[in-house]
T-cell receptor
Framework: KAGVTQTPRYLIKTRGQQVTLSCSPISGHRSVSWYQQTPGQGLQFLFEYFSETQRNKGNFPGRFSGRQFSNSRSEMNVSTLELGDSALYLC??????????????FGPGTRLLVL | QQQVKQSPQSLIVQKGGISIINCAYE??????FPWYQQFPGKGPALLIA?????SEKKEGRFTISFNKSAKQFSLHIMDSQPGDSATYFCAATFQGAQKLVFGQGTRLTINP
């Protein structure tokens, strides 16, 4: 089975712009979560989607949003980019939401640099 | 209360030695404790995970020890190899949720 894929892998934007990142989960996986990784804050949870519904949201401003499509693919959007948004954005997929299927598989991430 | 505290921040071990990384948590609502390994330029990869009703779980050279009363868990890497050099993260999730709460990470270096 192919793993979690994320596109693009690298992105350079300037302050004030917006960006959309894409994630394709492992085939058959219906839950997708997003995380931000920075040297200072470590790995922080952004949001979780299951069956096109946001189930949980982390402590990030409203500039961060996401969605999930009927094929379980997910996108996250960051509007009005700030320098502090520079980070590695990771997507993780799992078979279902909660319950016994807690194993999450991470993609390689999208490295975003905001200038 | 949602924090997971990890130590040490960095660790150097000789090849063949035992690497030990510790984590502590406060919230007793956590019900799943995975460990992830991350190499530079890659996403975290699940190593091993445990639930609080088990005190120890072993997979190959990797062992999780879990102390529910102390709210602590640790990763032991036996016979550490240079290829184990990576950053290790402990994490925890709440019952019924997928959200992972990560520790701060430990940069492990295995000297040949």
């Amino acid at each position: 089975k192919a793993g979690v894929t994320q596109t693009p892998r690298y992105l350079i934007k300037t302050r004030g712009q917006q960006v959309t990142l894409s994630c394709s989960p492992i085939s058959g996986h219906r839950s997708v979560s997003w995380y931000q990784q920075t040297p200072g804050q470590g790995l922080q949870f952004l949001f979780e989607y299951f069956s096109e519904t946001q189930r949980n949201k982390g402590n990030f401003p409203g500039r961060f949003s996401g969605r999930q499509f009927s094929n379980s693919r997910s996108e996250m959007n960051v509007s009005t980019l700030e320098l502090g948004d520079s980070a590695l954005y990771l997507c993780a997929s799992s078979l279902s939401a909660g319950g016994l299927s807690k194993t999450q598989y991470f993609g390689p991430g999208t490295r975003l640099l905001v200038l | 209360q949602q924090q997971v505290k990890q130590s040490p921040q960095s660790l150097i071990v000789q090849k063949g030695g035992i690497s030990i990384i510790n984590c502590a948590y406060e919230n007793t609502a956590f019900d799943y404790f995975p460990w992830y390994q991350q190499f530079p330029g890659k996403g975290p990869a699940l190593l091993i995970a445990i639930r609080p009703d088990v005190s120890e779980k072993k997979e190959g050279r990797f062992t999780i020890s879990f102390n529910k009363s102390a709210k602590q868990f640790s990763l032991h890497i036996m016979d550490s190899q240079p290829g184990d050099s990576a950053t290790y993260f402990c994490a925890a999730t709440f019952q019924g949720a997928q959200k992972l709460v990560f520790g701060q990470g430990t940069r492990l270096t295995i000297n040949p």
